[in-house]
């Protein structure tokens, strides 16, 4: 029965587990007046290049391009002959345009009194002084800059203000080690570093300088350290930094915007990757920039004049570049940036900051709301959340009892959710909902957006149809699909577009139901092999979700001698429940009879925790070590190294 190759009756498998029959229309008055209507996936059905060309044209160019796609697989080039200035078309468009006035960001502090209002007129004066700083510190057109900070204001000014000279910015995420900063400086060949004194965690400042320090030792390449003071505290100071305040402070409030060329580089930003040396995706002007700007608009269905919007996720990952920075500014909205976590200084700080600045779109991650599930449901319940209209989710497969409880909790069963699909290799938001014309279903990223050709394929690259499990691939060359990987354009090549013929290919595993919608299941190396089945870990996690006890799941496949791979659970209790009795076997009866006795985990843990990267995402391969008994892989990605402590306490009868 076991096999290697999973067959059409294993893609079966994989399709047939979940039936998940709730449905959500959109509200009637938001699909009244919603951005983006139905006739969008015709129009761009009929004439892709012709959607795109629209969408540009959104923008304020200096020049109009040539040629809108030339494609020569797989280097694509968009908006060819055109030029514009991100910074001008984020910034001083809107000041122009007689919005200098509109707030660009609410600006929360973690500590509770600490926050700012910076308006168009604002933002327009401060990108103009940082990019007059960077010019006197010598940075030109084509530099990298490597970006180390926390969610202060100076953040997004630093990478407007790189992108206003054409400099290439390199954010690496403030919670990673001198030696990850080290390796990213040193593969961008970056001139200077942007940093702080430190930033706020969890109440307490938390120190960035020092590690900077550590990393620039070695880095003989770096001319400067620009360092924010944002804490305070006492930090070494030696002779290649200089403090913002002392620098930027003095100068002069305007600067030219010089245009660049649609396929002028933005920015790198490195993609953690678990394994191997990180990889530079490089993003590029003009195609980027419509991308991330269109699907803000469509996506969240923003009105500029009266959203308020916030993403919650950090800069130092793609969904803060491209739905913080770029796509929000871009189109002129209103956004809150809030510098802490969710439980300082308690469980309810999200959603006093919902209240406090009546946010209307809210952007944000399934382990945020795995988590806000755990804490309970009476903390949400204490603040008004009236203002909410529509709901977003990124980073993680979002398991439908997730969705539900969003949408119940958060949205007051008004919202709609757009479970969003993407990766810092897209660029932007790439298979998702329309809020004013998708009907959603819990757990599903429904259709590849308007101007998005993707498709659900067998291990022959054969399109999957109805109910069928496979890989997802893109077909099409899209505007903000990274170029190449910074410095490798062979390993661009093999990463992407070797698995399948002509097809770009993500990574990820996908099923296409009945009515032609999508389901993310997951990375293709997470999926299980059970007694030869084909099982996503995303499903399994699914079932136990649903379970009213539980909170959040991962799952794992474990070697095993009968099944080839066997399923192990992990799982976090939901607040308040009960914890007698025979929970694993209770939940392991519930996953049988929600997807069929062949997914039924061997073994369920109860864990405090779960090992989680920085950027949220479980990381199923170090759960998979101790599944397997083996000692621990790399950990150096991990948020929090003694999660797996904690877990491998719980472990006598793991073995
Ligand atoms: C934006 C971002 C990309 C990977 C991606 C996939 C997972 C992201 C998802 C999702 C299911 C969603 N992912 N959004 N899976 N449904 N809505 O997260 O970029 O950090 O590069 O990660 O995240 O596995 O391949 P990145």
Not at 570 to 598: C, M, N, Q, W, Y
């Amino acid at each position: 029965m076991a096999t290697e190759t999973p067959g059409q009756e294993t893609q079966e498998t994989l399709s047939n587990l979940l039936s998940e029959t709730r449905r959500f229309a959109p509200p009637a008055d938001l699909a009244a007046a919603a951005n983006v209507t139905a006739e969008a996936y015709e129009e761009a059905a009929e004439d892709r290049l012709g959607f795109w060309e629209r969408a540009a044209d959104r923008l304020t160019w200096a020049r109009r391009w040539d040629t809108t796609l030339e494609w020569e697989p797989p280097f694509a080039k968009w908006f060819v002959g055109g030029r514009l200035n991100v910074a001008y078309n984020c910034v001083d468009r809107h000041v122009e345009e007689g919005r200098g006035g509109k707030v660009a960001f609410y600006w929360e502090g973690e500590p509770e009194d600490d926050s700012r209002t910076i308006t168009y007129a604002d933002l327009a004066k401060e990108v103009a002084k940082a990019a007059n700083a960077l010019e006197e510190l010598g940075v030109r057109k084509g530099d990298r800059v490597a970006v180390y900070m926390p969610m202060i204001p100076e953040l997004p000014i630093a990478l407007l203000a790189c992108a206003r000279i054409g400099a290439i910015h390199s954010v690496v995420f403030g919670g990673f080690s001198a030696t990850a900063l080290k390796s990213r400086i040193h593969d961008a060949d970056a001139k200077i570093v942007i940093t702080a004194d430190g930033g706020f965690r969890r109440g307490a400042p938390s120190a960035l300088k020092p590690t900077v320090d550590e990393a620039v030792a070695e880095s003989p390449g770096v001319e400067h350290v620009l360092v924010v003071r944002r804490t305070g505290q006492d930090v070494p100071f030696g002779d290649k930094d200089v403090w913002w305040h002392d620098l930027v402070d003095r100068q002069a409030d305007t600067h030219e915007p010089v245009p660049h060329d649609a396929e002028d580089p933005l920015y790198i930003l490195y993609t953690s990757g678990t394994t191997g040396k990180p990889k530079g995706i490089l993003h590029t002007t003009g195609g980027y920039l419509t991308q991330v700007a269109w699907t803000h608009h469509a996506v969240f269905d923003l009105k500029p004049e009266t959203d308020i919007y916030w993403c919650t996720a950090d800069i130092g990952w793609v969904t803060g570049h491209s739905y913080i920075v770029y796509g929000p500014l871009a189109n002129g909205a209103t956004s809150v940036i809030y510098e802490g976590t969710p439980d300082t200084p308690h469980r309810g700080r999200f959603w006093e900051i919902v209240q406090k600045y009546k946010v209307t779109i809210l952007y944000t991650a399934p382990t945020a709301i795995r988590t806000f599930m755990k804490w309970g449901d009476d903390i949400p319940a204490k603040f008004d959340m009236s203002s909410l209209r529509v709901l977003g989710s990124v980073g993680e497969p979002i398991n439908p009892e997730a969705y539900v409880w969003y949408r119940e909790h958060i949205g007051a069963g008004r919202c709609p959710v757009v479970d969003t699909w993407w990766q810092t290799e897209t660029g932007g938001i790439m298979i998702s909902p329309l809020p004013g014309v998708t009907a959603g279903k819990p757990g599903a990223a429904m259709r590849p957006l308007p101007g998005v050709v993707a498709d659900v394929v067998d291990d022959q690259g054969n399109s999957v149809q109805n109910g069928g499990g496979g890989f997802l691939v893109v077909r099409e060359p899209w505007p903000s699909m990274l170029r190449t990987i910074w410095g490798d354009d062979k390993r661009y090549v093999d990463t992407y577009w070797s698995r399948f013929d002509g097809m770009y290919f993500p990574g990820d595993g996908a099923k296409r139901d009945e009515d032609g919608d999508l389901w993310l299941l997951g990375r293709v190396d997470d999926v299980m092999l059970v007694s030869g089945h084909n099982i996503s870990t995303t499903e399994v996690e699914s079932a136990l979700v649903s379970h009213p006890k539980v909170a959040e799941a991962a799952v794992v496949g474990a070697t095993d001698p009968v099944t080839g791979q066997a399923i192990v659970a992990f799982v976090i209790l939901r607040g308040g429940a009960d914890e007698s009795g025979d929970i694993a076997g209770e939940l392991r009866a519930h996953v049988a009879k929600t997807l069929g006795p062949i997914a039924k985990p061997r073994q369920i843990m109860v864990v405090p925790e779960l090992p989680k990267t920085r950027s949220g995402k479980i990381m199923r391969r170090l759960l998979r070590d101790v599944a397997e008994n083996r000692s621990l892989g790399d950990v150096t990605t991990l948020t929090d190294s003694s999660v797996m402590n904690l877990i491998a306490e719980k472990l006598p009868s793991a073995k």
